[in-house]
């Protein structure tokens, strides 16, 4: 079936620096990909999501990168500050259903 | 403030005990959704329902029962669970009829079960 591997599933850098977060996805007809931040006790939350017509996308710290060749894409969050401690999540889906394929996560520490 | 709003924020029950999650959206979306958040592991779809309709059951025990009145209310019934099922129950909604749209989330429903 799909499925979607996110990579590491824990990441700690030092504050100021760059973290970047990794996912694979198998179904090739997939066609959109969200990336969602959930911090503790709180819900998940849309940070920045992706078509496949689009290569890359910004926005301030963030940034998306798309590959459909190598079906990768990855999250890129530069200058890290102690408020981008969170659980991060990625997730795809493509035209066949409305479901969304959710990465297992990654826990994101930022060491002050 | 979210648009996609839970109830009971927090739930402690017995193994006999029936209770019902209630999720609410004022967003406009005709797509929901009920999540099972366990602690170290992903999101688990349970159900989804579009334009009112169950379009997913992934495998779910029948001890959970949801019911969707209208595309803005969304239920989860709860019959005779098991210590496994303590969880984060979260729901969430999209727009229906298209694919590839984001989810928003509410804040879940902390559940827990003696």
């Known amino acids: 079936g799909e499925n979607v591997e996110q990579h590491p599933s824990t990441l700690s850098v030092q504050e100021g620096d760059s973290a970047v977060i990794k996912c694979t996805y198998s179904d090739s007809a997939s066609n959109y990909f969200p990336w969602y931040k959930q911090e503790l006790g709180k819900r998940p939350q849309l940070i920045i999501d992706?078509?496949?017509n689009v290569g890359e996308k910004k926005d301030q710290r963030i940034a998306v990168t798309l590959n459909k060749t190598a079906k990768h894409f990855s999250l890129h969050i530069t200058e890290t500050q102690p408020e981008d401690s969170a659980v991060y999540f990625c997730a795809s889906s493509g035209d066949s259903n409305y479901q969304l394929i959710w990465g297992a996560g990654t826990k994101l520490i930022i060491k002050p | 403030e979210t648009g996609v709003t839970q109830t009971p924020r927090h739930l402690v029950m017995g193994m006999t005990n029936k209770k019902s999650l209630k999720c609410e959206q004022h967003?406009?979306?005709?797509?929901m959704y009920w999540y099972k958040q366990s602690a170290k592991k992903p999101l688990e779809l349970m159900f989804v329902y579009n334009f009112k309709e169950q379009t997913e059951n992934n495998s779910v025990p029948s001890r959970f029962s949801p019911e969707c009145p209208n595309s803005s209310h969304l239920f989860l019934h709860l019959h005779t669970l098991q210590p496994e099922d303590s969880a984060l129950y979260l729901c969430a909604s999209s727009h229906g009829g298209r694919k590839g749209q984001p989810q928003h989330f509410g804040d879940g429903t902390r559940l827990s079960i003696l």
């Open positions: 992706i078509r496949s």
């Open positions: 967003l406009g979306h005709n797509a």
